[in-house]
C-alpha cells in the first residue's frame, strides 16, 4: 500500500508573534517553527497503516528551504521519503496549494492521501478536499476513525449530535482531526534514521492567486480585571457590572 501524507510547517502555537515591518507578514525571527498538529496526526495514520498492510509512506511538503527540517521530522516518525516542492513563499490562496499537491500526487499512484484537518496557522480547512477534487478521488474530512479492507475504507467523524460512518473506495483523500490517534514521539534511532532517507527538492513556481493579505494587527490586550467584592454581598455589584460594563446579560 503506497501512501502520501501532506505536511505543512507552521509556528509553534506557544512561540511569541510579532508582525513584520510590512504590517501583512509576521517576523519569523526567533519564532519556532514546527510540523503542523494536524499533519501529525495524519502522518501516524499512514504508519499505523503501513504497519497493518505494509508498503511505503512518502511525505509530501510544498514550503520554502526551512521545510526540509519539517519532513525531517515525519521521516524521524517512520515515513520512508519525502518530497520537497520548493517555493520562495506559500501563498494564502489554498486553490494553489492545492493544484501544486495534486500535481505532484498524481504522478505517485497512491492508494490513500492523508492531511491534516487544518493548519494552525490559517485555519483554512480546504486545501485537502481542494485536492481530492482535482484528482477526481473521494473524500472524506475531519476523520476520528479509519478502517482499511483491501479496496475500500471505512471512516467515522463527528457530526453534531452524532457519528457518521462513511464508506468509500480508494484511492481516496482524507483529513485527520484531533483523536483520530495519538502521534508518536520521534525516537533517537528515528532521528538518525531519518538523515539517511532520500528527500526529493522540486522547484515550483507559484502564482499568488487571488488572495491576499492586506493587513495583520494583534487582539487587543485585555483589561485588567477587579474584584468588585466578596461573598454574597459582592453579588448584587458583580450582576450590575455584567449587564452595564460587559453587557453579557
Known sequence: MKIGVCIKRVPDTETRIKIGA???????SGVKFVLNPFDEYA???????KEQA????VVVCLGTEASQETIRTALAMGADSGVLLKA???PLDPLVV??????????????MILFGKLAIDDYGQAVGTMVAELLGLPSVSAI??????????TAQREVEGALEVVEFSLPAVVTAEKGLNEPRYPALRGIMLAKKKPLEIKEVDLDQGGMEVVELTLPPERKAGR???????????LVDALRNEAKVV
Not at 22 to 28: F, L, T, W
Not at 227 to 237: H, K
Open 88 to 90: 520562495s513563499a506559500v
Open 227 to 237: 474584584i468588585v467584592g466578596e461573598g454574597p454581598d459582592a453579588v448584587p455589584a
Open 54 to 57: 505494509g508498503g511505503e509512506v
Open 43 to 49: 502522518v501516524e495514520e499512514a504508519l499505523k497503516l
Open 144 to 153: 476520528t476513525r479509519l478502517e482499511v479492507t483491501d479496496n475500500t475504507a
Open 98 to 111: 492545492a493544484r501544486a499537491l495534486a500535481a505532484e500526487l498524481e504522478q505517485g499512484a497512491f492508494d
Open 22 to 28: 510590512d504590517g501583512k507578514s509576521i517576523d519569523e
